[in-house]
């Protein structure tokens, strides 16, 4: 999604060879960073805030981890319907219900007053954010062409690192003044305003666009059907022929390994600095978003790199392949020792590094989604990231237990490193050449 480029060859139709393309797919780029740095503000500001909750509650670190998988587990389980409701109705819909729907929950939050108002309030917010991702993945395969993709799932997820980072330095200071639980009604008025402002300007193809709006031209619309294979006009794939793909089973539980890493990030990460580290508050806040601010780097370079090695290449599966390998090992490599050391600035450093390291796989995950969905675009990624999150709801769990238990961060940080290494191996087993329609066809007739 670099500079201005001139409108395609004849080749991809009747458009005027002269006229500047618009940029609309950029702005939807850019709302959709909005959405995704608000549902990231929204789901870190339990983990920044878990240290106030668990001493105003009495909460002990394997019921805090009960609170955090209440989300997980159902954001995991309704990926996949709200995927493909997704691909049936449109993401204009649905992610203006969904983004309303969790911050009325993200607020309710603030009103919970023991250990089973909060899980039942998280696992409410869990349903309704679960459609978040795959219907923006969903928007993404009418709106962008196939080398503009990894960037543009990496810079949307960025925007969510990037709020991932602030969120520590917000509820902390929210905290200060006014008490954790108006960081959750705050969040909760972004997501409203967003869900209105989307459903009032966004449309589901450019064609639906244009007839609302000239904004958008002739030659945008060409640059965007010619690299696509949305052409076809398949109909969704059903979920019963979806379980049935290997190419997904594998990304999916690739994206397994990676969430459950990721995850001790997000949920304990703001905990383990305060306990292990000796960290006051104020210094946590800070110290805690620095791995999010480097994760939001990889993010970025991740997405460009793919999508530019498919340029330079013309070799998608060398392209959306490496990248992960790369990145995945990366951060097994670096893990284990941020939790080994001593020192609590050589943690920080390497533990940052090891976040970069993830999220410089983040944009091929999501890219490949549409690489193989197509018009199944919502399915695929409600999928792989169905079974991504059921790491994230593990993790949680397991890593509360274990720190309980044994005393130590360093066993999760090294189960984490092992899973890694296993996700990025993976990865030789996903085409992202390969149709899911195509495939599910070529095991029909295999079949016969």
Known sequence: MGGEQRAPGRAQGEINMTEKITSVRRQVVAVLCLMYMITYLARVAISAAAPTIMHELTLSKVEMGIVFTAFVLPYALFQIPTGVLGDKIGPRKVLAATVFLWSIFTGLTGLAWNLVSLVIVRFLFGVCEAGAFPNATRAFSHWLPATERAFASGITHSSARIAGALTPIIVVWITARWGWRWAFVAFAVMGILWSLSWFTWFRDTPMEFRRKSDAINETEIALIKGSSELSQQRRPVPITQLLLSKNLWALGMSNFM???????????????????????????????????????????????????????????????????????????????????????????????????????AVGAYWAVCLDVGQDSAGSAAGMMSSLGNAGSAVSPLVVGAVVQYTGSWIFSFALASALLIIGAALWLFIDPELPLQTELENRKLGAG
């Open 258 to 360: 990676y969430s459950f890493a990721f995850w001790i990030y997000l949920a304990w990460l703001p905990s383990y600095l305060v306990e292990a580290r000796g960290m006051s508050m104020i210094a946590m806040g800070i110290s805690a978003s620095l791995p999010m601010l480097a994760g939001a780097a990889g993010d970025v370079v991740g997405g460009w790199l793919s999508d530019r090695m498919w340029r330079w290449t013309s070799n998608a599966r060398l392209a959306r392949r490496s990248v992960p390998i790369f990145g995945l090992t990366m951060a097994a490599v670096l893990m284990t020792p941020g939790a080994m050391t001593h020192s609590p600035q050589v943690a920080i450093a390497l533990l940052t590094g090891g976040m970069f390291g993830l999220e410089i």
